[in-house]
Each structure stands twice: as structure tokens, then as C-alpha cells.
């Protein structure tokens, strides 16, 4: 039947995908509200209340809430990203009514103890300690507090340790209150549901949350690009070379996702055959492209020791040239297919299924049907791609690198040599 979807009378939108011989259900609340819509004195907090959600509400115990999700073998967690924040659960469809209840009661009852709050923090000041002992991890954070500096999107999820350890119960409450709204919030469950069924137990659950949340939307982003380097004495080094991408909503976007998948995407990919396989220059090496709602960052990431980065870096700018100049049909078929099969693949898993649904409910306001997808993916062309190359990899780059970095190009050697002249005067707009 496809998907199915309900707005309640809060304005909560609930969606549903019945998959056939399934017989689990992946179902959760998504909010559009992340790290970005934090206020300056409130850096992590959106990731703390995430984790303070399930330490006790009213009528449930931290012990509760685990070992009852638990104890019918399903599982429950959260996610904090840089603009949603996710709350969900995978039980046998029996459960479905357990699962809606819990989800719902830490979204509308936390109590957010003090004590509780205490050992979490402590716990969230080590996973930032071990995310700074992790150069692979830790780069991207700078790769995008670097594009994006002094902005909310380009901060950190985790936050500082002297802005967790400053929350108070009463400041989560307040951010909850003001960010968590129906018009932010989708509710979705994928696998052996009934659409009807579930819409009433969310009904009962959540019809009465708050319909709109008070506060404003996030401020716009402004790509700025940059420089970050710390020499550290490590074994290799990483190095994150970007550049401003594409939002959802914008033209290019999906063309921006093949363009990542030609470059750096697999094993056939350019960026793996020419500067890993051939020449063995770094033991790792991809393209990432990640759009936001309003900008987006195009990035290359590679791992190497410090006697091949000097040749290193000259080579990733060349192989970026290349593709300004030319993208193969075989290319962008076989990036087609590996975006296609992506697609395919995820639609088998509830889980992956349920949040891509969310996902395309808050940036989109419906769901996109697979076959929507594809018609996008056929209408980009090998010239098409090449011109965006031409484009995004002229423009200021961004640039994060921690190890063994001395003998990296200067910053604006990298910029001067990604400038090209010889590119026509009039390309396609992306």
C-alpha cells in the first residue's frame, strides 16, 4: 500500500509502511530540532536531553524503561544530529503498544532528576575526551566548525565540558518546551503495522502534545570556508579537504550525491583506484557529500602516514580538475545503480526505513516515492556533473588536518591551485 500518513488533530503527522513478511515494527518520534537551534550559552544541550530522556519520567525508573522495552526483546534508543533529534524503538508487533507508551512518556514526562543529570554529564565529559583521542572522528568536527565558523551548524553535538557541566534540570525542560512542538515532530513506524491501529495509539499517547514549539527557527548558514591544522604526533594523519555543497531542496542536490559516489564511493570509485590502488598513497580514501536544509559541505576524507602527504594532496586537487572536465556515462551509471541499490537495500530494513520516511516528512512535508527518486537520478547527465565538478571545486576551500601535518601544502596553495581559468564563461546554473 505503500506509505500511509495522518495528521492528528495537534497537527502531529503520523506515517506508516506496512512491509510484507516482516513481522517486527521500527517505529519512533523524529523532531526537527537539533544542535543548530541551540542558543550560545546552550552548546550540547540538545545532545544531553537526548540522553537525560531515558533516566526516569513520573511513573517509570531508569531500570523501568530499560527493562521493560527489554524484556519483550526489543530495543530502544536516540540520536542527536545537527538539525533532528530522534527517539525510537524496534519490538515484535504485539509490543507496538509498549513501545508507543514509553517513547511517549519520556517525550512528555521526563523528570529530568538532578542526580541523574550529574552522572550523565560526567558521562557525556568522556565521550568528549574520547572523541578528541579520536583523530578520524575528531577532524570532521573541525572540518565543519571551520566551514561554518561561529555558526550553530558548525559546532559540535557533544558540546564543551564547561557548557555540560553548566545545565541545569530546569534549563532541559525549558529547551524541550521550546523546541519540541507537533509541527516539529513526525511519528513513523515501518514493518507489521496497521496504519488505523497505530494513528489511535498515538492518538491517545501524544494528541495532546503541544502543537507548535515557541521558538524561532534556526538562522540561516553561511559557508566560509578555511584552514585548520594541529600537529599532533601520530601515526598518520587525517585530512578532510571540502568545499560548500547543496541543501535538500536545491537542484543539484542528488547530483551532488552521484558526484561523491564517482569520486570517492567504493572501490571503483576514482579517488580509490588512482591514489590508493595505484599509486598506494593512503590506506583510506572517500567522498562525502552531506546536505543540511539550507547549505550543505562536499567533502574528501584520507588517511595517510606523513612521508605521503606531500605528494598526497597534489593528487586529490588533480583527480577534482579531472572531474570538472569530464564525467563517463559509465561512471554515472554505475553511481546511479549504487544509489539505487542504497535505496532498495534500506527500504528492506524497518529501521532504516522508518527514519528515512521521517526524514523526508520534516525536509519535505510528504514522502518521496522511489520511483520520484529515480526519475530525479535518470535526468542528470555526464555533463551536468562535470560542470557542477567545475563549480564546487573552484570555490574556497575548507580544509581540516590533524597528525603529522607539517609538510602539507600551505592553505593558500591548495586555494590558488583549485583556481582555474580556463573554465567557459557560460556553464549550466547548479
Not at 519540541?180 to 489511535?200: I, L, Q, S
Request: charged share 25%; with cysteine; proline share 3%.
Amino acid at each position: 500500500m505503500g506509505v500511509e500518513v495522518s495528521r492528528l488533530s495537534n497537527g502531529l503527522t503520523v506515517a506508516t509502511e506496512n512491509l510484507p513478511h516482516i513481522e517486527s515494527v521500527a517505529l519512533g518520534v523524529w523532531v526537527r530540532s537539533g544542535s543548530r537551534d541551540e542558543r550560545d550559552d546552550e552548546h550540547g544541550i540538545a545532545h544531553l536531553l537526548e540522553h537525560m530522556a531515558f533516566k526516569g519520567t513520573s511513573t517509570r525508573t531508569a531500570w523501568d524503561i530499560a527493562s521493560q522495552i527489554e524484556n519483550v526483546g526489543g530495543e530502544i534508543n536516540a540520536a542527536t544530529s545537527v538539525e533532528t533529534t530522534a527517539f525510537y524503538a524496534r519490538v515484535m508487533r504485539a509490543d507496538v503498544p509498549l513501545a508507543v507508551d514509553l517513547l511517549s512518556d519520556i517525550l512528555t514526562d521526563s523528570k529530568f532528576d538532578a542526580d541523574e543529570l550529574v552522572r550523565e554529564q560526567h558521562v557525556i565529559l568522556q565521550e568528549i575526551g574520547a572523541a578528541h583521542d579520536t583523530p578520524d572522528d575528531i577532524v570532521f568536527d573541525h572540518f565543519t566548525e571551520t566551514a561554518y565558523r561561529h555558526q550553530t551548524l558548525g559546532r559540535s553535538i557533544l558540546g564543551t565540558p564547561d557548557t555540560v557541566r553548566s545545565f541545569s534540570p530546569a534549563n532541559l525542560r525549558s529547551f524541550l518546551e521550546r523546541q519540541y512542538g507537533a509541527d516539529r515532530m513526525v511519528v513513523v513506524a515501518a514493518g507489521a503495522v496497521n496504519h488505523d491501529v497505530f494513528v489511535k495509539q498515538v492518538e491517545q499517547r501524544l494528541g495532546g502534545f503541544r502543537a507548535k514549539a515557541s521558538a524561532a527557527t534556526s538562522q540561516m548558514a553561511h559557508y566560509v570556508g578555511g584552514d585548520f591544522r594541529e600537529d599532533r604526533d601520530l601515526m598518520d594523519a587525517q585530512i578532510v579537504l571540502g568545499f560548500e555543497g547543496r541543501a535538500y531542496h536545491v537542484r543539484d542536490f542528488y547530483a551532488s550525491q552521484l558526484l561523491s559516489m564517482i569520486l570517492g564511493g567504493g572501490m571503483s570509485s576514482r579517488l580509490f583506484q588512482e591514489v590508493r590502488e595505484r599509486k598506494g598513497l593512503c590506506y583510506s580514501v572517500y567522498a562525502f557529500h552531506w546536505g543540511f536544509s539550507d547549505t550543505g559541505v562536499f567533502g574528501v576524507h584520507a588517511a595517510t602516514g606523513k612521508e605521503d602527504i606531500a605528494e598526497l594532496v597534489p593528487l586529490l586537487l588533480n583527480e577534482l580538475h579531472k572531474a570538472g572536465d569530464e564525467i563517463t556515462e559509465e561512471e554515472l551509471n554505475r553511481a546511479r545503480a549504487q544509489y539505487r541499490a542504497g535505496l532498495v537495500m534500506a527500504a528492506e530494513s524497518p529501521a532504516s526505513r522508518a527514519s528515512q520516511i521521517a526524514r523526508q516528512l520534516l525536509l519535505y512535508g510528504r514522502p518521496i516515492p522511489m520511483e520520484e527518486l529515480m526519475d530525479r537520478l535518470s535526468k542528470i547527465t555526464t555533463d551536468r556533473l562535470s560542470d557542477l565538478a567545475a563549480r564546487l571545486f573552484t570555490t574556497k576551500p575548507t580544509i581540516a588536518a590533524i597528525g603529522p601535518v607539517g609538510s602539507m601544502p600551505a592553505f593558500e596553495t591548495v586555494r590558488d591551485r583549485l583556481a582555474r581559468a580556463d573554465l567557459p564563461a557560460h556553464r549550466i546554473a547548479v
